[in-house]
């Protein structure tokens, strides 16, 4: 019955890991649509590099919060299924998301650092 309600929240941390990337995505959708427009001169569409970079950067931090509440997913569901096997699997997925979040946090990082120098070398500037 605790092993079952373990799992259960278990699974429910995953949706709401699921929740976290989707908001993040639109979040970081939408500041870069605003940008973006603020951003336009007549019929062109101005899109420069600091828009793309806050873009990663905010998509970036979303990212690294849904890996960090995906660990605390896979840690319950090895608790509820106490198998070598489960361990092994928690183990290496744990190795995986830890060295995915440290590199990504490294380039959110400097993507906050090159946000200092704002660029305003158009990306793609052609409409039709």
């Known amino acids: ?35 973006a427009w603020a951003a336009e001169s007549g019929s062109r569409l101005h899109l420069s590099a600091s828009i793309l970079r806050s873009f990663r950067m905010t998509l970036g931090q979303w990212i690294l919060v849904a890996l960090e509440v995906l660990i605390v997913s896979d840690i319950l569901h090895s608790i509820a ?21 440290f590199f990504l946090d490294q380039e959110v990082r400097q993507l906050e650092r090159s946000q200092l120098e704002p660029d305003s070398t158009p990306i793609k500037s052609d409409k039709g």
């Open 1 to 35: 019955m605790l092993l079952h309600a373990i799992e259960q929240l278990a699974d429910w941390i995953d949706f709401f890991a699921i929740g976290l990337l989707i908001f993040g995505l639109i979040t970081a959708m939408t500041l870069a649509c605003r940008a």
């Open 81 to 101: 299924h106490r198998t070598l096997d489960q361990l092994a699997f928690l183990a290496g997925t744990v190795v995986i998301r830890v060295i995915l979040a």
